[in-house]
């Protein structure tokens, strides 16, 4: 007898967690590794937000709340989504989960039955395929081109439908990428989805942090229609540097809010408690500390993309959002996942290959992490690079 269910057998571990923990294992036995695996800020949640936290647990919020969260979060997060993303949402269409993964997850099972389609424009981040199975259904890839800023369009997307279709998968700014969908990409998509009734996820936890003049937009305030359709998925762990604390929120159509709100009650119950106050104060604080994380992070792009372009044998997009840069290695004829064992043996610089993201031509670099360490990891990718 198989002990572990079909559904389950197949999916693997997720590699960004796994690269992130070898890298630090390494460091901490005392070999100097660069890592460029994190897709975790490196700097410390905001004081604000800590100490919120801490007076909510000494105050006794040490209890279970409502499922989906306390009402002063729901109500935070639904002006928050009014306010910034132009999205009108109730609050008890808002659910507040363990994380914006667990938001994914949670609006997954919530939708898909086995069998049913669901588009993920590739590469995407490395757990979505694996949530798509874990609930019996289907992913269904379009392959994006880096001459196109790796972004789906929307005649592609329409291209990739089927009968079977439920739900697209949009991930605006990126992970992997770093691109961000302009109001137009958006709209162009939303309407072909209104089209087909399609439902449309739409993981927004990288929408603080974008460069220049790049402007995120939420596909669910494009229109009623698509604002219909849509499950807007956003967190904390990104902007307010809060990944330990794990929370995330789902905001959807209020049959979809009540699916989620019942498999929350099954399986995690409120997300926990003292770190609910915390987001409250992340919510209602100032948010000068996100405008200087984003403008570390883009003092870090700038260098990265200079030095990168410099190295001849590789290529890369400038990326418009998020902390990454997608590498692609192909000139090298080197494997995504050869080639980052290799660097991380040979050179102690730690990268995720690309095949976690669909893309086994490329290797993902991840900058949220100090300027020293992208220098002295950049001086041995190079060295790598050149000498394949
Ligand atoms: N979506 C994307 C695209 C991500 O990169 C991450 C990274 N962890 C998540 C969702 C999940 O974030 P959280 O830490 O809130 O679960
Ligand atoms: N999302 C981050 C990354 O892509 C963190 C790891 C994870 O949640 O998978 O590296």
């Known amino acids: 007898m198989e002990f572990v269910a079909e559904t389950i057998a197949d999916l693997s571990p997720s590699l960004t967690l796994s690269i992130t923990s070898q890298a630090k294992a390494m460091r901490e036995e005392g070999i100097d590794v660069c890592s460029f695996g994190a897709g975790e800020p490196d700097f410390d949640t905001p004081q604000h937000i800590k ?71 590739s590469p995407y981040w490395t757990s979505y395929p694996e949530m798509v199975r874990a609930v019996g259904a289907e992913p269904v890839f379009v392959e994006t081109r880096q001459e196109n800023d790796w972004k789906m369009t929307a005649e592609e997307f329409d291209n990739a439908m089927s009968g079977s279709t439920k739900m697209v998968i949009v991930n605006s700014p990126n992970n992997p990428t770093g691109a961000v969908y302009t109001k137009e990409e958006l709209t162009a998509i939303g309407e072909v989805a209104a089209s087909e009734d399609i439902l449309i996820l ?16 939420s596909i669910g305030s494009l229109s009623d229609e698509i604002r219909n359709l849509t499950i807007t ?76 372009q410099a190295i001849g044998n590789v290529s890369t997009i400038e990326p418009k959002g998020a902390f990454y840069f997608l590498v692609n290695i192909e000139k ?57």
């Open 51 to 121: 100490a919120a936290a801490i007076e909510a647990l000494q105050d006794g919020q040490t209890k279970y709340t409502a499922v989906a969260g306390v009402a002063a979060l729901r109500k935070g997060i639904a002006k928050k989504l009014r306010e910034d993303n132009h999205i009108n949402y109730e609050p008890e269409q808002i659910v507040v989960n363990c994380g914006a993964k667990h938001s994914c997850f949670n609006a997954i099972l919530a939708c898909c039955d086995a069998g049913d389609e669901v588009i993920i424009p």
């Open 202 to 217: 739409s993981d927004e936890i990288y929408e603080k942090i974008t460069y220049d003049d790049t402007e995120h937009h």
């Open 332 to 388: 090298t004829g080197i494997k995504s996942v050869n080639f980052a064992e290799k660097l991380l043996s040979r050179m102690q610089v730690a990268t995720v290959p690309g095949i976690a993201f669909g893309h086994d031509q490329s290797i993902r670099l991840s900058y949220a992490t100090s300027l020293p360490i992208i220098k002295e990891g950049l001086d041995r990718f190079e060295e790598f690079c050149k000498a394949h």
């Open 233 to 308: 998925i956003n967190g904390f762990s990104k902007a307010y540097s809060m990944t330990g604390w794990r929370l995330g929120y789902t905001a959807a159509p209020q049959e979809i809010a009540d699916a989620i709100d019942t498999i929350q009650s099954h399986s995690t119950s409120n997300p926990t408690t003292f770190a609910q106050y915390g987001a409250i104060a992340a919510l209602a604080g100032e948010h000068s500390e996100i405008i200087d994380m984003v403008s570390e992070y883009d003092i870090r792009r700038q260098y990265m993309l200079n030095r990168i």
